[in-house]
T-cell receptor, first 115, second 114 residues
Framework: AQSVAQPEDQVNVAEGNPLTVKCTYS??????LFWYVQYPNRGLQFLLK??????LVKGSYGFEAEFNKSQTSFHLKKPSALVSDSALYFC?????????????FGSGTRLQVQP | EAGVTQFPSHSVIEKGQTVTLRCDPI?????LYWYRRVMGKEIKFLLH??????QDESGMPNNRFLAERTGGTYSTLKVQPAELEDSGVYFC?????WGTGELFFGEGSRLTVL
């Protein structure tokens, strides 16, 4: 069965500093990996995805994520955090081997960027 | 292009009552998903429609939950009778049949069972 772990409930970072939100996954085959962001009282918004190819993928709002197959990780990063980046971030995986289209999500990490 | 819309945004009901949540997917999206997030926990998959057919309902917690998608357009999720543990935010998402499968989410329906 596929699963996603986000080991940090909350990440605090000062504005202007780099940020990392961690995600590890478990699948039986090759993964499609996704990051979503949820702002207060809003739905989840797609940020970026890894399907194949370059391990470093770039997405919306200056975010990027690095796929590491050996460590089964897909950490979300941004070189310089903004206060407006404060939100709830979810990592998700789709296991291609199963043929199942539904994504499996982690429990979310709250990012707090202090001015 | 209109996004995924969900109704109601918030529902407060007593234990034992019935609630029906509605989701209107993005026009042309054959795939429709229901997810639920209980406070502080992961977003858990409930079920997946392809057009009007239930493709995967492995996440439905029990037979108090009934999802329908008549005509392959909007979907409803009925909880009857509601229990305290059903409280949470119910998200609907849709996607194209083709492509790599990113989902487009609605803003969610918050259900509070007292």
């Amino acid at each position: 069965a596929q699963s996603v772990a986000q080991p940090e409930d909350q990440v605090n970072v000062a504005e202007g500093n780099p940020l990392t939100v961690k995600c590890t996954y478990s699948v039986s085959g090759n993964p499609y990996l996704f990051w979503y962001v949820q702002y207060p009282n809003r739905g989840l918004q797609f940020l970026l995805k890894y399907i194949t190819g370059d391990n470093l993928v770039k997405g919306s709002y200056g975010f990027e994520a690095e796929f590491n197959k050996s460590q089964t990780s897909f950490h979300l990063k941004k070189p310089s955090a903004l206060v407006s980046d404060s939100a709830l971030y979810f990592c998700a995986v789709r296991d291609i081997k199963t043929g199942r289209r539904a994504l499996t999500f982690g429990s979310g990490t709250r990012l707090q960027v202090q001015p | 292009e209109a996004g995924v819309t969900q109704f109601p945004s918030h529902s407060v009901i007593e234990k034992g009552q019935t609630v029906t949540l509605r989701c209107d997917p993005i026009s042309g999206h054959d795939n429709l998903y229901w997810y639920r997030r209980v406070m502080g926990k992961e977003i858990k998959f409930l079920l997946h429609f392809v057009k009007e057919s239930k493709q995967d309902e492995s996440g439905m917690p029990n037979n108090r939950f009934l999802a329908e998608r008549t005509g392959g357009t909007y979907s409803t999720l009925k909880v009857q009778p509601a229990e305290l543990e059903d409280s949470g935010v119910y998200f609907c998402a849709s996607s194209h049949e083709w492509g790599t499968g990113e989902l487009f989410f609605g803003e969610g329906s918050r259900l509070t069972v007292l």
